[in-house]
């Protein structure tokens, strides 16, 4: 991967764009989560149905706060696990974007622990959802994910081969977490963290 690449990608994305990007799992189809143009395009490409939600990338954890209702649950799987490879699901704030939330108000939170992740967030939240059509194959080399996209995407940062698994999804918004999906950190694990001073 070279500083060109994640240039030409946060260009890409101040400028409404598609992007192909590494985060700590799997490469991710993505765009500035706050262009409603942008991420009405992105799920067209990635054939993905609006109202089922996509799940954001901060820089920071006080953005994803102002994005969502944080809850102690949250807080506590935040201060155990982030940055890593978690999605908090979360009721959305009235500052979250409407076109990147399920149809029943919710928002999945992410904060990766990746370094050229992080460089192209400096252009703002990222949409971050798998590199791949609707029910394709993740792909785990950038060649694959260009092979999905071509020309639809306007930038592609390689970082080598990414195997995932994809991150672990937890919904937060209760007392304690609930696991969605069972990724990297184990239910065991979530529900350690999630019930501590509770």
């Known amino acids: ?16 764009e598609l992007v192909v990007y590494p985060t700590d799992t799997l490469y991710g189809l993505g765009c500035l989560a ?24 901060f820089a920071r954890l006080e953005r994803a706060r102002a994005w969502s209702t944080w809850t102690d649950a949250a807080q506590r799987l935040a201060e155990a696990f982030l940055p890593g490879s978690l999605t908090l699901i979360l009721e959305a704030s009235p500052r979250s974007p409407r076109t990147i939330l399920a149809d029943e108000g919710t928002i999945g939170i992410r904060h990766v622990d990746r370094e050229a ?6 252009a703002g939240p990222i949409v971050a ?3 791949n059509p609707a029910g394709r194959d993740p792909p785990t080399t950038i060649e694959e994910a260009r092979a999905y996209f ?9 970082a080598g081969r990414l195997d995932g698994p994809s991150s672990t999804v937890v919904d937060a918004r209760g007392e304690r977490g609930t696991v969605i ?12 963290a999630s019930s501590r001073g509770s």
């Open 1 to 16: 991967m070279v500083d060109e690449e994640i240039q030409a990608a946060r260009e890409a994305l101040r400028a409404g």
């Open 34 to 57: 706050d262009r409603e143009a942008a991420v009405r395009r992105l799920l067209s490409v990635a054939d993905r149905p609006p109202g089922k939600g996509l799940s954001v990338i």
């Open 117 to 122: 992740t992080m460089e192209l967030l400096e």
């Open 129 to 131: 959802t798998s590199a």
């Open 150 to 158: 071509g020309d639809e995407v306007a930038a592609y940062v390689d």
């Open 181 to 192: 999906r069972e990724g990297p950190i184990s239910e065991d694990q979530i529900q350690e």
